[in-house]
């Protein structure tokens, strides 16, 4: 509701450009006011917000109107693009045989999007098997299994024993024929100092192909500071958004590929199997700044 | 030669900006962060203050206050309402998915039977792939009873034995898992009224986490809107946030937060307390 009437407030504010037919300063800064409040509602990072917008208004008022496109499409053009540069084309996870290892906080979705990713690969024909190296929260065992049994997929875990690196070992000996392996760890932030070491050494056993950062939706400033722990501690390849069938922008995401240099690469979308989509650079920034499908409107415009 | 001026709003333009961008970096919903400096701006201008007085402190303290207010707004004293209930008293926790709803509930459990409370914990969540495996778990750790049924098998139904359960032994409190939903889950949330409706609770606690930005205002309206709160409990406060949520939970739903989770351990479960939250804000 409240994005839907920043979303008409921005198409308004827009609108103005278009009747006042050229490009002033005044116009300009009342987009980019508009533009700067629909990013810090999705939660982007503030610093970020701060920092886009300063460079969206002085591209918007030095850089001539290319011929034949109005103050709107110009400004609009510029925003998607400040915007589609943080974001990038998404990552690209390629259907070869591979390690992937996911990583992220506490309640993000790691075991729910492990199941997921597993369910994508196999549609796609290819073998995957998944191990289970969090031992530290109740029940981590009994939830991945019983995703994995759902659809057939092989499945490592040893209940009740909390030697997360003799899992992982073990793990990857005994599925080593399987095409893709997906390794659940449990859930940590950064300041877990034991758990972000323990992070550290699966992933020295592991050593993944692909580490997937799995980011909540609704997160809020924490995004980039825990993606900058993440990622400075093993290095992250990419990051997947769940809960986006929410009213949650995701705007945590952009912060965090921002802080990190990283992109996006799948998202979340409920919480059953199927429940994962591709990712789409101009859907999510269609979401982010609450307007319509934006690139009908750079078309339209 | 005077003493005096009037505040007005050019003197406080800069500062409030400051503030208002120091509540979004806390993740203090911006709706909430408008409305909050907007009725400070409101208070403070055309007030008469001394000539040299720091304009950022008075605006800072005034800001300080309505926070406070806020946060402090309908207090709610849980250990004297439990003392003083007729018994079993029913809780049931609710919220979207993975905030801490099924951790904190055994915290609590451990928490009330560490005050000599008896407790049982019903297993509301049939939904969730591993669910009752994870709430038994806890259950066995902390050592009190839990009700449980069938994976898929109607929450209510659970929430309802639980409580029966507690009559016929005698039992101080009933704690109700239930499965985490979206708000916007129309089918899911109306399931939820009818688990509360059933076993009509005491108090139904709201469970969200510090580390949620703008997307709280909305949830916690929702989850209001269906199905009246009694409170919130803030899960992950120990992942380096200051947990602004808190504030824009507050302020959307006019009830107190009464928890904080501070670590996945079960003595992880801390009182709320405003002045100590404002004030470290402000750090
Ligand atoms: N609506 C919705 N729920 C999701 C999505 N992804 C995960 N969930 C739910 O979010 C909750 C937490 O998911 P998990 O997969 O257990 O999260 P996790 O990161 O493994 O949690 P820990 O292992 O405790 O750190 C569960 O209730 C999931 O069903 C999504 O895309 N949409
Ligand atoms: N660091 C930290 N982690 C917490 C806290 N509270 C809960 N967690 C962790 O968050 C994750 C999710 O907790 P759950 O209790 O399963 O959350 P839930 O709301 O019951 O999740 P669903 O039932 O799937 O909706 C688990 O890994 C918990 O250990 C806390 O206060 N601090
Ligand atoms: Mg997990
Ligand atoms: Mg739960």
Redesign the pocket.
């Known amino acids: 509701m409240v994005m839907d009437k920043l979303g008409s407030s921005l198409q308004d504010a827009l609108k103005k450009l278009v009747n006042s037919g050229r490009i002033d300063e005044k116009s300009v800064n009342d987009v980019v006011k508009d533009i700067q409040r629909a990013l810090l509602q999705a939660d982007v990072n503030v610093q970020l917000v701060m920092n886009m917008s300063k460079q969206i208004k002085e591209r918007a008022l030095k850089e001539e109107v290319p011929s034949g496109m109005n103050p709107r499409e110009h400004v609009i053009r510029i925003v998607y693009q400040e915007l589609i540069n943080i974001i990038g084309e998404g990552t690209e996870i390629n259907l070869e045989p591979q390690t992937i290892m996911m990583i992220g906080l ?2 993000s979705g790691k075991t729910t999007t492990t199941s997921k990713l597993a369910r994508y690969f196999q549609k796609k024909g290819l073998k995957p098997a998944v191990i289970c190296a969090d031992t ?2 109740p029940g981590a065992y009994h939830q991945l299994k019983s995703l994995c049994d759902k659809n057939s997929i092989p499945f490592y875990g040893e209940e009740g024993n909390e030697d997360s690196l003799g899992i992982v070992e073990r793990g990857m000996d005994k599925l080593g024929k399987y095409d893709v392996l997906i390794i659940d760890t ?4 950064s300041l ?1 100092q034991d758990l972000i070491e323990e992070m550290e050494q699966i992933n020295s056993i592991a050593k993944p192909d692909k580490k997937l950062l799995v980011l909540d939706a609704a997160i809020g400033q924490q995004a980039s500071e825990q993606a900058r722990a993440f990622n400075e501690s093993i290095g992250i390849s990419g990051v997947v958004i769940t809960k986006l069938d929410g009213t949650a922008k995701g705007g945590g995401a952009l912060s965090a590929v921002s802080e990190t240099n990283s992109s996006i690469a799948f998202i979340g979308v409920g919480e059953t199997s199927g429940d994962l989509e591709k990712f789409e650079p101009d859907r999510f920034i269609s979401r982010l700044l609450g307007m319509g499908d934006i690139r009908s409107l750079i078309e339209k415009a | 030669f005077k003493r005096e001026f009037v505040l007005d709003e050019d003197d406080i333009q800069d500062t409030l900006w400051d503030l208002e961008m120091g509540l979004l970096e806390n993740d203090i919903a911006l709706s909430v962060s408008e409305a909050i400096v907007e009725s400070v701006k409101n208070e403070l201008v055309g007030t008469r203050r001394r000539i040299g007085s720091d304009t950022g402190k008075i605006v800072e303290d005034a800001l300080k206050k309505s926070l406070y207010n806020i946060m402090s707004a309908n207090t709610f004293d849980f250990d004297e309402y439990l003392k003083n209930a007729e018994k079993p008293v029913h809780i049931v926790f609710v ?13 609590m459990a451990n928490l009330l039977q560490n005050d000599n409370y008896s407790t049982v914990i019903a297993a509301g ?1 049939t939904f ?1 792939a591993g ?1 009752i495996d ?1 709430i038994e778990s806890h259950a066995n750790k902390i050592n009190t009873k839990l009700i449980k049924h069938q994976e898929m098998g109607d929450p209510a139904a659970v929430v309802y034995d639980a409580v029966q359960y507690a009559k016929s032994r005698s039992i101080d409190v009933v704690l109700s ?1 239930t ?3 979206m708000h916007t889950n129309v089918n899911l949330m109306s399931q939820l009224e009818k688990v509360c409706r059933v076993s009509s609770p005491d108090l139904i606690i709201f ?1 969200d ?1 510090a580390v949620a930005g703008n997307d709280a205002v909305e949830r916690a309206q929702q989850f209001n809107d269906n199905i009246p709160i009694d409170g919130s409990i803030l ?5 380096d946030s200051k947990g602004g949520a808190a504030i824009s939970i507050a302020y959307i739903t006019g009830k107190p937060i009464l928890y ?5 351990g079960y003595e ?2 801390k009182k709320f307390d405003p002045q100590w939250f404002v004030d470290q804000l402000f750090e």
């Not at chain 1, 449990?186 to 932030?189: D, I, L, P, Y």
């Not at chain 2, 904080?260 to 996945?264: A, F, K, S, V, Y």
């Open positions: 506490q309640g530290f929260r449990a859930g940590r932030h877990e | 919220g979207v998915n993975g905030t801490g709803k099924t951790t904190t509930i055994a915290k969540d969730r669910a994870q898992d499965a985490g939903r469970v986490e899960t992950k406060a120990d992942a904080l989770g501070i670590g996945q992880d479960l």
